[in-house]
């Protein structure tokens, strides 16, 4: 009934160490949860994104003069002209600048001199996709960027795809990409039928940059048509 596709979001040292420039509490701990999945043959493909940012990114509070991160501007859509709301943030996910783009991995001491291995298990991703390339338009969804341009991986999907969203953050990139994937409409190659994915939300594999946001994005998660599901609870 369907390929199972698990999707990994913005799994990056930035988001999950806690030094990292944009580090979103509790990421570190879901990483060997989030590795049982990728490790556990219950899905046919699994797909990873990395944020992946020029420095002179229109997200970052740096290049906008007297802004601070959190502040928010607002957008004029290129093609539209309509306006939009960003929020600003620090410097992340810029390739060459620092290791914070790349997957998390780390080391820490742990006990008696013993080392624990922080690392998500990026050996099995079958596809790599990397957003928020362009330096005008942030792109929290892994499927439209913040102004609806298609990214592109929306044409990897297929009509009968159970997709499940994993990843940080749970209030941001997680849920703007689940909701996209839930409200595609994906056709068979050649033919008009349309239909739409169905989408899973996997909220004990995911942490918020605001847990207080959890309830009100699970109820944009359920208007979405999104499922939201906890992995530890489920005897699959
Ligand atoms: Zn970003």
Request: with cysteine; aromatic share 12%; hydrophobic share 35%.
């Amino acid at each position: 009934m369907g390929r199972k596709i698990l999707l990994v979001v913005d799994m990056q040292n930035d988001f999950c160490h806690p030094n990292g420039s944009l580090y979103v509490k509790g990421a570190e701990k879901v990483i060997e949860k989030i590795n049982k999945e990728i490790r556990s043959n219950k899905y046919d493909q699994i797909w990873a994104t990395q944020d992946w940012h020029p420095n002179n990114h229109i997200s970052f509070a740096e290049n906008h003069k007297g802004k601070k991160p959190f502040d928010t501007i607002t957008l004029k859509n290129q093609e539209t002209n309509k306006e939009y709301e960003q929020v600003l943030w620090e410097i992340h996910c810029v390739p060459f600048l620092k290791a914070g783009c790349e997957f998390a991995k780390w080391d820490e001491p742990e006990g008696d001199s013993l080392m624990k291995v922080n690392s998500i298990d990026d050996r099995r991703f079958d596809l790599i996709f990397r957003k928020g390339t362009n330096p005008n338009i942030d792109s929290y969804s892994a499927f439209y960027d913040n102004e609806g341009n298609p990214t592109g991986l929306g044409d990897m999907l297929q009509p009968t795809d159970n997709v499940y969203v994993c990843g940080v953050a749970g209030d941001y990139c997680c849920k703007f990409s689940a909701i996209d994937c839930a409200k595609m409409d994906i056709a068979w190659k050649g033919t008009t039928d349309f239909k739409k994915c169905n989408v899973f939300f996997m909220d004990d594999l995911t942490a918020y940059v605001d847990p207080f946001n959890k309830e009100k994005v699970h109820q944009e998660l359920k208007d979405a048509g999104v499922k939201i599901i906890e992995v530890n609870n489920e005897r699959n």
